[in-house]
Structures are given as structure tokens and as C-alpha cells.
């Protein structure tokens, strides 16, 4: 096993309530001689001087990823989302401490944070392996957006609150025209975001499959579809006055008649590292509700 001892702390700015939280993480990791790295902006913010004494500061958008052998993410899952996309090149092992509110993907409780993380250190700990969907954008034939994408990517109308129309292929095979608000190209991770407030099937993590889920079809026999992961999926948009692709939520292009989006699974996955107790159906009866056992 390789051990973690270059290990990259990711929060979020502006946000002085977690400062006591991340200075105590700091030293927890110096203490147990690991390097230490973190943003500049984000440490000089949250770190007093002798905390980030023990960091390797780099810059906004620096090639910082592939200088890690562990992240750990402090803060909800749309931080964690913007930390998985950005290492995902690098294969970059990624653990989230949960200072959010739902904590799907987050799933060392604060509370538990050096508990957990010391465990980890010394090699206790599960994997999952997430894939990502890539996500390319042609106008004319040339490319003029890529991104990548852990929990979804999504079509959908834009502020004027058209219906936009448009035509889906699986592996150029011709699947249906669909005018609707948008469609959800998910992956399991997340099935459980909006492709279920969508009507969209859970699928099981570290499944090999996407999900295509209409967001409020014209047509109600448009239903979603579950395909293998390994698939091409191509839309072409034949008509839309206003119209975006968004990126897990956190980044959009805007979209014209006639643009095509070209998706498929990207060729690394993430690397997520959950805590020794993690089990998968209790997260999901714990977040979403589910009633308890009975006997």
C-alpha cells in the first residue's frame, strides 16, 4: 500500500465558522508527519501563522492534484463534487469530512474526523470506485466546452422557460425525439440527486451503467432508461431559443439550435475512501428517510 503522506486539504473559502476545524486537521496531519497542502487564499483565511507554517500553499487553478497521494475534503458534497472532477486526472484517492447538511458523498461525520482519518492513515478503510461522465460540446462540428462530471449532466431550458426539443442516439443508433424541460444523463453517484427528484431509478453504487431521466417530458410514455457505461450517448438539439448544459450543478454552456453534445464515461474513475463502518443502504436509509427494520 502506498502510504499517504502527501495530503491535500480542499475547502472552501469564506468560511470562517470551520476555521477551528481545518487549523485542527492541519496539525493532526503534521503531528503525523505528513506534507501538507492547501490553497493559498483558502489557508490564509482560515489558518493562523503557525498552522499554515506546516502547509505547502499553492495557487488558485496550479496543477496542484498530482502532488497529492490523498485529498480530504472539508465541507458538503458540492465541495466534494468540485475536488473529485479536479483531481479525477491524477487518480487521486478523495475523503470527505461532512460540515455540510445531507452528506451523501461526505461521509466522515465531523465529530469522528481524526478518529476516522487516523484509522485511514494506518490503512483502515473502504473504496469505491466512481466513474465520471465527460461531456463534450460541437457547434458546426468543432468542439467548444468539455467537462467532467461525478454526479450528472444535465440539459435543460433556460431562463425564458422554453421547452427545448431534441433527439437522443446510443451508440448512433437513433433512440427517440423528446420536447421536454431537459434531460439528466446521471451516474450512480448521482442517481440520488436531482435524476431521482426527477423520477429516476437509485442505482446501486459502483454500478456500471447511466441513467437517461426526462425532466417533465411533453410525452409521457418518454421514460428514463438505464444503459451500460461503456455506451456513446449523442443529443443533438434541434430546437431551442434558450437552453444550457450544466456540469454537476457547478459550471454551464449555453446551448443553440443545432449544437450536439457528445457524452461517454471518462477514462478514470474516482477513487473514493469511506470509513471501515460505511455501509451503502444504511446511507441511503438514513438520508433519504426509509423506514427502520421492524423486528
Known amino acids: 500500500m502506498i502510504p499517504f503522506n502527501r495530503i491535500g486539504i480542499v475547502t472552501r473559502p469564506d468560511t470562517p465558522a470551520i476555521a477551528p476545524d481545518v487549523r485542527e486537521l492541519v496539525q493532526f496531519l503534521h503531528g503525523r508527519g505528513a506534507q501538507v497542502l492547501m490553497e493559498a487564499e483558502c489557508a490564509r483565511q482560515l489558518l493562523d ?13 496550479e496543477d496542484w492534484g498530482r502532488l497529492c497521494n490523498l485529498i480530504v475534503v472539508l465541507g458538503g458534497d458540492g465541495t466534494f463534487l468540485s475536488a473529485a472532477r479536479q483531481v479525477a486526472p491524477y487518480r487521486v484517492p478523495v475523503v ?14 465531523r465529530e469522528q474526523m481524526l478518529e476516522e482519518l487516523a484509522r485511514i492513515l494506518s490503512g483502515q478503510y473502504l473504496t469505491e470506485n466512481c466513474i465520471l461522465l465527460q461531456a463534450d460540446v460541437r457547434r458546426n462540428g468543432e468542439e467548444i466546452y468539455r467537462n467532467l462530471a ?8 433556460g431562463s425564458a422557460g422554453k421547452m427545448i426539443e431534441f433527439e437522443v442516439f446510443i451508440n448512433e443508433q437513433f433512440v427517440y425525439t423528446q420536447r421536454s424541460d431537459g434531460l439528466i444523463v446521471s451516474t450512480p ?5 436531482y435524476a431521482l427528484a426527477a423520477g429516476g431509478a437509485i442505482l446501486q453504487a ?4 447511466f441513467t437517461l431521466v426526462p425532466v417533465c417530458p411533453q410525452s409521457l410514455t418518454n421514460r ?9 450517448i449523442d443529443i443533438l438539439v434541434t430546437k431551442a431559443d434558450d437552453a ?50 421492524l423486528v
Open 244 to 293: 444550457r448544459v450544466h456540469y454537476d450543478g457547478q459550471s454551464f454552456t449555453d446551448i443553440r439550435s443545432m449544437d450536439s453534445i457528445s457524452l461517454r464515461r471518462y477514462h478514470h474513475a474516482v477513487k473514493v475512501i469511506n470509513p471501515v463502518n460505511y455501509q451503502y443502504y444504511r446511507t441511503l436509509r438514513q438520508k433519504l428517510h426509509w423506514g427502520e427494520q
Open 224 to 232: 428514463p432508461i438505464v444503459i451500460s457505461d461503456t455506451a456513446q
Open 96 to 109: 470527505g469530512v461532512n460540515l455540510g447538511t445531507l452528506g451523501f458523498l461526505a461521509q466522515v461525520p
Open 49 to 61: 501563522k503557525s498552522s499554515r507554517s506546516h502547509c505547502q500553499l499553492y495557487d488558485d487553478g
Open 150 to 157: 461525478l454526479n450528472d449532466v444535465v440539459l435543460s431550458r
Open 189 to 193: 453517484t448521482g442517481s440520488t440527486a
Open 206 to 209: 459502483g454500478l456500471n451503467a
